[in-house]
């Protein structure tokens, strides 16, 4: 059982082999995506899903690949197949697991069996069931035609067959067990051992008076056999060698009669029911997903949201917001109130941008946007004695590792940068970082506080609103628009009566 499916769930067979597992990138604590793919892997630790999550991809035609999977996966003549198939697998995973985990041979070896007889099943049902569905998708298309030829492969009958043999063979074991006392004797049967179980039922049939409800329950899992059991257990094997011969040589045969690819498949479908099932939860809490379109250049976003807010404050209302890039815009300048929702914007791209490499629903009503090959970004960290480095400096050198990673694909998400320094100093240096970002052609979201470079060639002023009626109310809506107007502290010293006028008024009485 060597065999790999020749088209994965997640990339198209010309994406060669998949990437190793590596570290999270530096961009989802910054993004709070690490919060999010903790609510999208609950429940799925065994499938290590993170592998899945840290490598996002950078080939257009792979987003492409992954998305139609998944939209198969979301038809229900599939998605029941699929989830039955999970549950099954993880049954067999489990029995495989115990079944290791047992110190007794006769144990281990029939929990093995075990496990194997609901893998053979497991994988014939849904071989015919995902044919059946007929699905539409590169990935699936190939999941089905693998296990058509694996079901039909000699190894697949080989391994059925031996199951069914040994199966059979411990079946017809029978013994008389003798308990007295605080003594057990194990014989041969004799074959006019009395059957009580059907005098047992042929007694209490008396009362039955029509349909019963039924109170069977779920037997606890299989703990390990006591002395007893193992005594008992052995002393069976020496009375009826012949199918615990059987046994030992179907465990010694097929230790290992999971296939590769059906294993493969069984992770990658996890993947794809984890992001299917992450998006019912934002259209649960009432917000829009969509499929997003990669494009060439240019960015669209339409009543998108940081799905963060979604997961960290279940219930509340979450403000929608739009963006547009196109032709020589290059960068977002976010400006406005403190707390306005700035951060939150600069979240929602960054989120928005990094879900799309993952082949995932876009947390918006419509996103058009190019595939970036990474997100990088530039959020404020305490301070960290073991350091040694003060806030400016921490922002100068995090800073110039963006700088030198950036390429015309990336999109740069910075957060109140050089927020620790003189206003003169700030301008300065942020208008040198702007000039590099500019020149390295990526994509940019930048919050700042600094609104003279709104007027830079390429930049797009973005201002978070306030009620027009109560201008100390902000709405948290971000809106494509000049720069400029009173600052917030202006705004709310107006509304106090302790702007520069008013104060003037007042001394003059």
């Known amino acids: 059982m060597d065999t790999q499916p020749t088209v994965s769930l997640l990339r198209p067979a010309a994406a060669g082999a998949p990437p190793a597992p590596g570290v999270p990138p530096d961009c ?36 492409v690949h992954r998305q139609e999977a998944m939209r198969d996966v979301e038809r229900p003549e599939v998605s029941g197949p699929v989830r039955d198939f999970a549950d099954g697998m993880r049954v067999v995973r489990t029995a495989r697991s115990r079944s290791a985990g047992y110190r007794h041979p006769v144990q281990r070896r029939t929990t093995l069996l075990e496990a194997a007889e609901a893998y053979i099943l497991v994988v014939r049902q849904f071989s015919e069931r995902l044919t059946s569905a007929a699905p539409a998708s590169e990935g699936l298309r190939g999941l089905a035609a693998h296990l058509q030829g694996l079901v039909g492969s000699a190894a697949f009958a080989t391994l059925a067959d031996d199951a069914a043999r040994t199966r059979a063979a411990l079946d017809g074991v029978t013994y008389r067990l003798q308990v007295s006392n605080d003594r057990v004797r194990v014989s041969k049967a004799t074959g006019y051992e009395h059957d009580y179980a059907a005098e047992i039922a042929a007694v209490f049939e008396r009362f039955r ?86 494009a060439a250049d240019g960015y669209e976003l339409v009543d998108a949201y940081d799905p963060a807010l979604v997961v960290g404050r279940p219930g509340e209302t979450v403000v929608r917001n739009d ?21 939150t914007f600069a979240r929602m791209v960054g989120s928005t941008a990094y879900l799309t490499s993952l082949g995932f629903r ?120 000049p720069a400029g107007g009173p600052t917030w502290a202006e705004t709310l010293a107006i509304a106090q009566g302790l702007d520069h006028d008013s104060l003037k008024r007042r001394l003059a009485r």
């Open 28 to 63: 989802l604590t910054d993004l709070a995506l690490d919060h999010v793919f903790t609510v999208v892997t609950a429940g799925r630790a065994e499938y290590h899903l993170e592998d899945y999550l840290w490598a996002p991809l950078t080939d257009p035609a792979e987003v």
């Open 209 to 294: 008076h029509g349909s019963t409800r039924t109170h069977v329950t779920r037997a606890p899992e299989q703990a390990e056999m006591n002395h007893v059991e193992e005594g008992i257990a052995e002393r069976v094997e020496t009375l009826c060698p012949g199918p615990f011969a059987l046994l030992a040589d179907f465990a010694t045969t097929h230790s290992d009669f999971m296939d590769p690819g059906v294993r493969t498949a069984d992770r990658e479908l996890q993947f794809l029911l984890a992001a299917i099932e992450f998006a019912r939860r934002l259209e649960a809490s009432g917000l829009p997903t969509c499929w997003p379109e990669v």
């Open 323 to 343: 963006l547009e890039l196109h032709g020589e815009e290059r960068v977002a300048l976010v400006t406005g109130p403190n707390q306005g929702g700035k951060t």
């Open 362 to 481: 876009a947390p918006a009503r419509r996103a058009r946007l190019p595939l970036a090959d990474r997100v990088l970004t530039h959020f404020g960290r305490a301070e960290r004695l073991a350091d040694l480095r003060g806030a400016l400096e921490d922002d100068l050198v995090r800073l110039r590792e963006i700088l030198g990673a950036a390429t015309p694909r990336s999109l740069v998400v910075l957060n109140e940068v050089f927020t620790s320094t003189s206003v003169a100093d700030a301008v300065q240096l942020s208008r040198w970082a702007l000039d590099r970002l500019l020149a390295s052609g990526c994509t940019c979201v930048w919050v700042t506080f600094l609104t003279e470079l709104a007027a830079t060639p390429g930049v797009v002023s973005h201002v978070s609103q306030v009620n027009p009626d109560d201008p100390t109310i902000r709405t948290f809506r971000v809106v494509r628009q």
